[in-house]
């Protein structure tokens, strides 16, 4: 499929709005899996940005 295709842009913002980290990655199958090591993060409610081609996905994440 298409979707397969197109880059994945990750990107983890603060509470704030501040950009803290952002992964480009290829998608090579619906089942890949990405991991981040977040204990270097300190505690508050992050934004996650899952940008991919013209889709675009937001979620909360809290950090404690």
């Known amino acids: 499929e298409d979707w397969e295709m197109q ?4 990107q983890l913002f ?10 480009k990655v290829e998608i090579y199958s619906s ?5 981040w090591n977040i ?6 409610i992050y ?6 081609g013209e889709r675009v996905i ?3 994440l809290g950090v404690q």
């Open 58 to 60: 937001t979620q909360q």
């Open 31 to 35: 089942e890949q899996q990405l991991q």
């Open 7 to 10: 880059p994945l842009s990750i």
């Open 14 to 23: 603060s509470a704030t709005g501040q950009l803290v980290r952002e992964e």
């Open 39 to 44: 204990s270097d993060l300190p505690s508050m």
């Open 47 to 52: 934004t996650v940005k899952i940008t991919q």
